[in-house]
C-alpha cells in the first residue's frame, strides 16, 4: 500500500528525516464512534518500518466549516479526530493517539 514517493524521497534527501503531512483517506465523520479507516491505520504502521520517516500527522486535528463541493449538509468538513470547537473527541482520537504511541516504542 506505501506509495512510490517514499523511496524516491529518501533516495533524494539521505541522511535526511522525512515528517509525513497532511494525510488521510477520507472523512473521519461526526459521530464519537467515528474511526481512522483500516487503510489509513494500516498506511500509518506500514510508515514506521522506514527508520528516515521520523513521524506522520493527519490531514485535519479538527473539523472545520466549509463551503467546498462535497461538504455534508451540516456544512462541516468531517476530516477531524475532534469536533469543529475542539471539544468532543472521537474514538479516532484515541486511535490515532495509540498509533502515535506505537512511534515512540
Known amino acids: ?41 494500516t498506511y500509518i504502521k506500514e510508515l514506521k518500518q522506514f527508520p528516515w520517516i521520523s513521524g506522520v500527522s493527519l490531514w485535519s486535528y479538527n473539523d472545520y466549516r466549509s463551503n467546498y463541493k462535497g461538504t455534508p449538509t451540516s456544512g462541516y468538513r468531517e476530516w477531524g479526530i475532534v469536533d469543529a470547537f475542539r471539544k468532543k473527541k472521537k474514538k479516532a482520537y484515541a486511535q490515532l493517539k495509540a498509533l502515535y504511541k506505537e512511534w515512540e516504542e
Open 1 to 41: 500500500m506505501l506509495p512510490y514517493w517514499r523511496k524516491k524521497t529518501h533516495e533524494k534527501f539521505q541522511g535526511k528525516p522525512i515528517f509525513v503531512s497532511e494525510i488521510g483517506l477520507s472523512q473521519i465523520g461526526n459521530e464519537p464512534n467515528s474511526e481512522l479507516r483500516k487503510e489509513l491505520v
